[in-house]
């Protein structure tokens, strides 16, 4: 289980910071609405999907994984503090950039709740001997579900914006 909360908060951090990136002029006028300045906004949109990638980097090998969760708690504590200063607005979310489309509020804590306990689990959990790449089909079968994963929670929440737009 440990590989696999390894690969999944891996494939979440790549995706996440691939798509902000894809979509920096979106996700800067995101961090603006949060009451930050312009220049401070565009720095963010560059450094975080940068912090995203390298926490995936890190959460990739064996001698530095702890580092990644480490990182990771401190992303989502950044991530957790923008959805305080949103409140009381609606602001979107961006969170896996253009995959899920919702604003900062309670969905938002569940995620960041989820990921958190995942970083946890890597942080303070045995962790196995052998590297995630090292064993390739199981690497890459946990890579498919986590993937999976991300797309199926997509997919759901299109549903559920869907159901909202037309019920």
Request: charged letters at 15%; hydrophobic letters at 55%; a positive charge.
């Amino acid at each position: 289980m440990y590989a696999f909360f390894q690969t999944f908060l891996l494939v979440v951090y790549v995706y996440s910071s691939v798509s902000k990136a894809a979509e920096w002029a979106v996700f800067r006028e995101t961090i603006f609405q949060l009451k930050f300045s312009k220049r401070a906004a565009a720095a963010g949109a560059v450094l975080i999907p940068l912090a995203e990638f390298a926490t995936a980097g890190l959460l990739l090998f064996n001698e530095t994984i702890r580092h990644g969760a480490v990182c990771s708690l401190v992303l989502l504590a950044i991530f957790l503090w923008a959805g305080i200063r949103a409140r009381g607005r609606l602001v979107d979310c961006r969170c896996f950039g253009g995959l899920i489309d919702d604003r900062f509020g309670r969905n938002t804590n569940i995620r960041i709740g989820v990921l958190s306990v995942v970083s946890l689990v890597l942080l303070f959990a045995p962790m196995s001997s052998t590297p995630i790449y090292q064993a390739r089909e199981t690497f890459v079968t946990h890579l498919l579900i986590a993937w999976s994963l991300l797309v199926l929670y997509g997919l759901l929440a299109a549903v559920r914006r869907y159901k909202k737009t037309f019920a």
